[in-house]
Protein backbone atom coordinates (compact mmCIF):
# COMPACT_ATOMS: atom_id res chain seq x y z
CA UNK A 1 0.00 0.00 0.00
CA UNK A 2 2.86 2.40 0.85
CA UNK A 3 5.49 0.88 -0.92
CA UNK A 4 7.91 3.43 -2.53
CA UNK A 5 9.56 1.31 -5.11
CA UNK A 6 6.54 1.11 -7.46
CA UNK A 7 7.20 5.25 -7.63
CA UNK A 8 10.70 5.01 -8.10
CA UNK A 9 10.15 2.32 -11.22
CA UNK A 10 7.55 5.11 -12.54
CA UNK A 11 9.61 8.43 -12.00
CA UNK A 12 12.75 6.35 -12.97
CA UNK A 13 12.57 4.99 -16.81
CA UNK A 14 16.14 4.10 -16.67
CA UNK A 15 15.63 1.99 -13.16
CA UNK A 16 15.82 -1.76 -13.52
CA UNK A 17 13.62 -3.67 -11.51
CA UNK A 18 14.72 -7.27 -10.62
CA UNK A 19 12.43 -9.70 -7.95
CA UNK A 20 13.54 -12.62 -6.28
CA UNK A 21 15.55 -13.61 -2.97
CA UNK A 22 18.73 -14.83 -4.27
CA UNK A 23 21.12 -14.97 -7.38
CA UNK A 24 24.46 -17.04 -7.50
CA UNK A 25 26.33 -13.33 -8.58
CA UNK A 26 25.99 -9.70 -9.59
CA UNK A 27 25.92 -10.58 -13.24
CA UNK A 28 22.95 -12.90 -12.50
CA UNK A 29 20.73 -10.35 -10.92
CA UNK A 30 21.75 -7.45 -13.11
CA UNK A 31 21.10 -9.53 -16.50
CA UNK A 32 24.54 -8.69 -17.88
CA UNK A 33 27.38 -10.55 -17.92
CA UNK A 34 29.82 -7.97 -18.92
CA UNK A 35 28.81 -5.66 -16.28
CA UNK A 36 32.03 -4.21 -13.65
CA UNK A 37 30.37 -4.78 -10.38
CA UNK A 38 33.31 -2.79 -9.36
CA UNK A 39 31.83 0.30 -10.96
CA UNK A 40 28.39 -0.62 -8.77
CA UNK A 41 27.46 -0.08 -4.99
CA UNK A 42 24.77 -1.45 -2.71
CA UNK A 43 22.35 1.43 -0.80
CA UNK A 44 22.70 -0.56 2.35
CA UNK A 45 23.26 0.92 5.88
CA UNK A 46 26.68 0.76 7.68
CA UNK A 47 26.66 1.13 11.52
CA UNK A 48 30.45 2.64 11.32
CA UNK A 49 29.86 4.66 8.64
CA UNK A 50 29.69 8.37 9.41
CA UNK A 51 28.14 11.12 6.60
CA UNK A 52 27.04 9.73 3.26
CA UNK A 53 30.03 7.94 1.84
CA UNK A 54 30.72 4.90 -0.88
CA UNK A 55 33.36 2.15 0.65
CA UNK A 56 34.14 -0.53 -0.51
CA UNK A 57 36.30 -2.86 -3.00
CA UNK A 58 36.09 -1.32 -6.16
CA UNK A 59 37.92 1.26 -7.80
CA UNK A 60 35.58 4.09 -7.70
CA UNK A 61 36.67 7.11 -5.36
CA UNK A 62 33.86 9.21 -5.74
CA UNK A 63 30.17 8.49 -5.87
CA UNK A 64 30.06 10.00 -9.15
CA UNK A 65 32.22 7.86 -10.73
CA UNK A 66 29.09 4.74 -10.00
CA UNK A 67 28.05 2.67 -12.96
CA UNK A 68 24.66 2.32 -11.24
CA UNK A 69 23.19 1.60 -7.75
CA UNK A 70 21.72 -1.77 -6.08
CA UNK A 71 18.64 -1.18 -3.49
CA UNK A 72 17.32 -4.09 -1.56
CA UNK A 73 13.52 -3.23 -1.16
CA UNK A 74 11.21 -4.70 1.44
CA UNK A 75 10.49 -4.30 4.80
CA UNK A 76 14.09 -3.90 6.90
CA UNK A 77 13.54 -7.57 8.13
CA UNK A 78 13.44 -8.79 4.43
CA UNK A 79 16.47 -6.35 3.09
CA UNK A 80 18.18 -7.49 5.83
CA UNK A 81 18.02 -11.55 4.04
CA UNK A 82 18.63 -10.18 0.98
CA UNK A 83 21.81 -9.00 2.24
CA UNK A 84 22.75 -12.34 3.87
CA UNK A 85 21.34 -14.54 1.21
CA UNK A 86 23.41 -12.75 -1.43
CA UNK A 87 26.92 -12.79 -0.03
CA UNK A 88 28.20 -11.40 -3.58
CA UNK A 89 26.32 -7.76 -2.50
CA UNK A 90 29.50 -7.14 0.11
CA UNK A 91 31.87 -7.58 -2.84
CA UNK A 92 30.03 -4.19 -4.54
CA UNK A 93 30.99 -0.85 -3.21
CA UNK A 94 29.05 -0.09 -0.25
CA UNK A 95 26.80 3.44 -0.42
CA UNK A 96 25.94 4.62 2.91
CA UNK A 97 23.67 7.95 3.81
CA UNK A 98 22.89 9.89 6.23
CA UNK A 99 19.29 11.69 6.27
CA UNK A 100 18.84 15.06 6.85
CA UNK A 101 15.64 14.49 7.99
CA UNK A 102 13.40 11.64 9.82
CA UNK A 103 11.42 9.81 7.29
CA UNK A 104 8.35 10.98 5.30
CA UNK A 105 6.26 8.03 6.68
CA UNK A 106 6.69 9.59 9.86
CA UNK A 107 4.52 7.69 12.21
CA UNK A 108 2.79 5.40 9.59
CA UNK A 109 5.69 3.30 9.04
CA UNK A 110 8.26 2.48 11.44
CA UNK A 111 11.97 2.51 11.30
CA UNK A 112 14.36 0.73 13.49
CA UNK A 113 16.69 3.50 13.26
CA UNK A 114 15.96 7.22 12.68
CA UNK A 115 18.82 7.08 9.57
CA UNK A 116 16.51 4.56 8.06
CA UNK A 117 14.31 6.07 5.62
CA UNK A 118 11.84 4.57 2.54
CA UNK A 119 13.71 3.24 -0.53
CA UNK A 120 12.55 6.02 -2.61
CA UNK A 121 14.40 8.58 -0.22
CA UNK A 122 17.63 6.53 -0.24
CA UNK A 123 17.33 6.17 -3.57
CA UNK A 124 16.78 10.02 -4.66
CA UNK A 125 19.19 10.97 -1.66
CA UNK A 126 21.83 8.71 -3.80
CA UNK A 127 21.33 10.54 -7.01
CA UNK A 128 22.02 13.75 -5.62
CA UNK A 129 25.03 12.24 -4.21
CA UNK A 130 26.29 10.66 -7.49
CA UNK A 131 25.82 13.87 -9.11
CA UNK A 132 22.39 13.90 -10.65
CA UNK A 133 20.46 17.42 -10.81
CA UNK A 134 18.83 17.92 -6.92
CA UNK A 135 15.66 18.98 -8.79
CA UNK A 136 14.95 15.01 -9.13
CA UNK A 137 15.20 14.35 -5.59
CA UNK A 138 13.09 17.21 -4.87
CA UNK A 139 10.27 15.95 -7.33
CA UNK A 140 10.41 12.32 -6.21
CA UNK A 141 10.03 12.98 -2.66
CA UNK A 142 7.15 15.71 -3.59
CA UNK A 143 5.46 12.47 -5.56
CA UNK A 144 6.22 10.58 -1.98
CA UNK A 145 4.88 13.38 -0.20
CA UNK A 146 2.23 13.23 -1.52
CA UNK A 147 1.06 9.63 -1.53
CA UNK A 148 1.99 9.56 2.12
CA UNK A 149 -0.37 12.56 3.44
CA UNK A 150 -3.53 10.73 0.71
CA UNK A 151 -2.62 8.10 3.23
CA UNK A 152 -3.16 10.06 6.10
CA UNK A 153 -6.09 12.06 4.81
CA UNK A 154 -8.01 9.01 4.00
CA UNK A 155 -6.78 7.64 7.58
CA UNK A 156 -6.54 4.38 6.08
CA UNK A 157 -3.36 3.60 8.56
CA UNK A 158 -4.10 4.66 12.07
CA UNK A 159 -1.34 7.25 13.75
CA UNK A 160 1.07 5.18 16.32
CA UNK A 161 -0.27 4.01 19.16
CA UNK A 162 -4.23 4.39 17.83
CA UNK A 163 -5.86 2.00 17.14
CA UNK A 164 -9.50 2.72 15.07
CA UNK A 165 -12.48 3.05 16.79
CA UNK A 166 -14.50 -0.23 17.39
CA UNK A 167 -17.12 -0.71 14.50
CA UNK A 168 -20.86 -0.75 16.40
CA UNK A 169 -22.17 -3.75 17.28
CA UNK A 170 -25.41 -4.45 15.43
CA UNK A 171 -27.79 -6.18 17.55
CA UNK A 172 -28.77 -9.71 17.00
CA UNK A 173 -32.64 -10.45 16.90
CA UNK A 174 -33.36 -12.85 19.73
CA UNK A 175 -34.72 -15.92 19.38
CA UNK A 176 -37.87 -16.79 21.76
Known sequence: MLGSAQILAASLPQAQIVIGLSWPNFAKALGEE????????????????????????????????????????????????????????????????TPKQPSIYGHLRAEPRREFVSTLESVAAALTLCGEAPEIEAGLLRVFRTLVQRVRDAKIIPPKGRRPAPKPRTPRPSST
Open 34 to 97: GADAKRWAVLFPDREAAGSQVTGRGSVTSPSELEGIVVLDGTWSKAKTLWWRNPWLSKLNRLTL
